[in-house]
C-alpha cells in the first residue's frame, strides 16, 4: 500500500524544483525502469504492480495495487512499474566526438526525441541551456523511451562553452550553407535553436557564419520550418554518413 | 453569434464519420487557414475573432466572440480563426518521382510530421493504408502546419498499388540495408511502417529483399527503433541529398 506522505512525495517529484532539492527523478514503464536499471543510475525505491518483479539491487520494492499505481503515476494508462532514481552528476564532456548543443529548447517531447536521437547516433554527450526544458521532466523521459541511461546530459552557460570551443561550433539556421555540400569535420558541437526563435543572437554571435547550415527545401518555399527534433534527426544522420 | 445548430454542425466535423458524410473538414489557426485560403482548397465557411479579417472568396465569413471560438474549437488555446473546407477528390498520383506510402501509421503527430516532411522535401504524393490515422484529423491538421495545402493524400490499398510498381518499392526496415550505402533511384516508392509493428507482413511480401532499407545504428545497440517520422525525415534526407 502506498501511504499518504509517500504519495505525496512521488508526486513532489512530477515538480522540478523538488527534484532539485532531493535529486531524484521518477521514471515509468517496464522499458524505461528496466534500462535505468541496467546502467549507472543509482535507485532509491521501486513501485510495481508485479508480484513477480525481482531485481539484483539493494533497493527498497514496493508491490503495491493496480489502483495505487495510478495514483502515483503521472500518465494515464500507468504500465506496471515506477522507478525512483537518483540524479547524477553530469560527467565530464569529451569533445573528441561531436556533442549536441540545445539553445532554449521548450517542448518536453522535442527535448526528448532529440536525447533517443543521440542514443542512436552514438552521441554521448548533451549540453544543454539553462532554458532548456528540464530532462527530468516527465514528458521528456516518456519520449526518450529509456535512452536517457545512455548520454551523458549537462546543462551549463552555453555561451561560455561555446567561446572556449569556436572553432567547433556549427550553428543549424534556415538560411545557412546546405548540410550536404559542406565537408562536416570529424568533431564538433551541432547547436539547435528554440522552436519559434531559432539560435538566440547571443549564442549566433559566437558562431562563424561559415558554420552555419541548414537543411535544403525542395517544395515551394514557405516561412515554416522543419521541427527541430526532425531537423536534428537529419542532421546527425549527416554526421554519422559523412564520417563525423 | 454562433447558434445551436452551427456548434453542432462543426463539432460534428472532428469526427470522421461525419467528415465523410459531409466531405467538409476543418483547420484552425491564422497560419493554416490562410494557406489553405491561397490553395486550391474550396471554402465552406470562415469563423473569426478579427474584426478586420477579409477574404477574396465568395464565402460565408462569421465574425465571432473569443467565448464562441473557444466552444467551436478543438484546442485549448484556439487561434482567432477556424475554417471549413471541403475534402478534395484526391488526384492522380504521379509516379515520376519518389512517393510516399504509409502502411498503417496511427498516430496523429505522426501523420502530420510525414506530411510537413514532404512538403519540405518536395513530394507531392502521399499513399496511405485504408487503416492510416484520417489526415483530416484535427490533430494531424495542427501537426502539418498547413503543409496539407501542398500534399495530394490518397487514402487506398496500398497492396494493389504497390503490386502494380513492385520493383519501385523500397521498404524501411529494422534489418535493412544501409541508406548510405545503397544507390536510391531517382523515382520510387518510400514504404514506411506501422509504429509498433512495421510494415505488416501482407505487404512486406511484396518488396524485394534487395529493396530493404535501414538507418544504421551508431549508439550502443538497443531494441527501440526510431520514431517513423524522424525515420522519415532521414530517408527523405537521404533521397534528396543523393539526387531522387
Chains 1, 2 share one sequence.
Not at 41 to 48: D, E, G, L, V, W
Not at 140 to 151: D, E, Y
Not at 198 to 203: H, L, M, T, V, Y
Request: glycine share 8%.
Amino acid at each position: 500500500m502506498v501511504v499518504k506522505s509517500q504519495l505525496k512525495f512521488i508526486k513532489s517529484l512530477y515538480q522540478k524544483k523538488y527534484r532539485i532539492q532531493n535529486g531524484l527523478f521518477v521514471v515509468e514503464g517496464k522499458k524505461a525502469v528496466s534500462e535505468l536499471l541496467n546502467s549507472k543510475f543509482k535507485t532509491h525505491s521501486i513501485y510495481t504492480v508485479e508480484k513477480e518483479f525481482k531485481t539484483a539491487r539493494k533497493t527498497e520494492v514496493y508491490y503495491i495495487s493496480d489502483q495505487d499505481l495510478s495514483r502515483i503515476s503521472s500518465h494515464k494508462n500507468p504500465n506496471k512499474i515506477l522507478g525512483i532514481f537518483e540524479i547524477p552528476a553530469p560527467a565530464a564532456i569529451d569533445y573528441s566526438d561531436w556533442v549536441v548543443v540545445l539553445d532554449g529548447i521548450q517542448d518536453p517531447g522535442n527535448l526528448g526525441t532529440i536525447i533517443r536521437l543521440c542514443d542512436w547516433f552514438g552521441i554521448r554527450h548533451l549540453i544543454c541551456s539553462p532554458d532548456t526544458v528540464d530532462c527530468y521532466n516527465p514528458k521528456v523521459l516518456h519520449a526518450t523511451m529509456g535512452s536517457i541511461a545512455r548520454v551523458n546530459i549537462l546543462y551549463a552557460d552555453i555561451a561560455e562553452l561555446i567561446d572556449k570551443n569556436k572553432n567547433m561550433a556549427m550553428g543549424t539556421y534556415m538560411n545557412g550553407k546546405s548540410v550536404y555540400s559542406v565537408n562536416l569535420p570529424e568533431k564538433g558541437l551541432l547547436v539547435l535553436g528554440n522552436e519559434g526563435s531559432g539560435i538566440s543572437e547571443k549564442i549566433g554571435f559566437l558562431i562563424d557564419d561559415k558554420n552555419r547550415i541548414a537543411i535544403p527545401q525542395y517544395g515551394k518555399k514557405t516561412t515554416e520550418s522543419l521541427n527541430v527534433a526532425t531537423a536534428a534527426a537529419i542532421f546527425l544522420s549527416e554526421i554519422r554518413r559523412s564520417g563525423g
